[in-house]
């Protein structure tokens, strides 16, 4: 509830601040955000860090809550992943803003090569991820993924990797049993970069918490990215910010890309934003480096996809 009081504030203080509207605020980037679906009628998932559910009762409201909180903080591209159908969605709501992503995760299976092939270009996909595979017991170097790292090399677009945590008691459900802590640990792509020099990967989730595995994946492999979603809102604020600075002093301030993870509850998008703006460490130039220029650099934005 602290949370979502806060988000309140914020947003009534921007709007007077903002005389001209929400363009004021710099633009953000978000790599790492979903669309995901409500069963209507069933009770809505609480928010793991305020306890309070979600304040959408159905897809189409957490679609236009999402998509507006997007606007707000001036989010001016957000990778989407998710059931596609849902995905798709998003992008009609808002083609500007969102990139689609190829989700994989225990629902939704690898896609068919062709059909994924045909979408991207058709500028219907433009990533291929989240590849949730910790989450259905695939390690990042199964053979399973090979044509589509193939794939991804052969078209250019970026491949995001789910690493690091899994929520607790994970390994216990069902279709999640063959979830392992240790298949999310970032050293598990180092083949799949050896074999695919070209690949532009980022590992999500900061790789945490990995980080000696992290920054030597980060430092032996110059093109890999990380995104830093749902561990700039859902860890405890000092265990994210030594991680964070822990990167910043190795010297990754220029491949470290804001992602909120926004999942069913919309308001974490501002709460992941706070975590990186609270960080006293960073200089405004280095913000400036997490939550734009370096998605601009890694997207390829101006050349691509504008
Ligand atoms: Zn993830």
New binding site residues.
């Given amino acids: 509830m602290k949370f979502l009081k806060l988000s309140v504030i914020l947003f009534a203080a921007a709007g007077l601040s903002c005389g001209r509207g929400k363009t004021e605020r710099p633009p953000i980037i978000d790599m790492?955000m979903h669309a995901y679906s409500l069963a209507e009628g069933s009770a809505s998932p609480e928010n793991p860090v305020t306890g309070q559910p979600s304040l959408s009762q159905t897809t189409a409201e957490l679609r236009e809550a999402s998509l507006a909180a997007l606007a707000h903080y001036n989010i001016v591209k957000a990778c989407i992943s998710g059931p596609p159908e849902t995905v798709a969605q998003w992008r009609t709501a808002a083609p500007d803003r969102v990139l689609v992503g190829a989700y994989v995760d225990e629902n939704n299976p690898l896609p068919d090569l062709a059909t994924l092939r045909a979408d991207i270009l058709a500028g219907r996909v433009h990533v291929l991820g989240?590849l949730?595979l910790q989450h259905i017991g695939m390690a990042p170097d199964d053979p399973r993924l090979e044509p589509y790292y193939a794939l991804a090399e052969e078209l250019d677009i970026p491949v995001a990797i789910?690493t690091g945590y899994g929520p607790p008691g994970t390994p216990y459900l069902p279709g999640l049993r063959g979830f392992r802590v240790t298949l999310g640990n970032p050293a598990l792509v180092e083949e799949v970069l050896v074999h695919h020099p070209r690949l532009r990967v980022y590992l999500?989730?900061g790789g945490a918490p990995y980080l000696q595995e992290t920054k030597v994946i980060l430092s032996v492999y110059p093109q890999v990215y990380l995104d830093l979603?749902?561990i700039d809102w859902i860890l405890p604020r000092q265990e994210f910010h030594n991680y964070l600075h822990e990167l910043m002093v190795a010297g990754f301030g220029k491949r470290l890309l804001f992602g909120s993870?926004q999942m069913y509850w919309p308001e974490t998008i501002g709460m992941a934003i706070e975590g990186i703006e609270s960080a006293s460490f960073l200089s405004e130039q280095e913000k400036r480096d997490i939550f734009y220029n370096n998605a601009v650099r890694f997207l390829k934005i101006e050349r691509n996809s504008r």
């Fill in positions: 790492h989240e949730v789910h999500m989730h979603a749902t993870d």
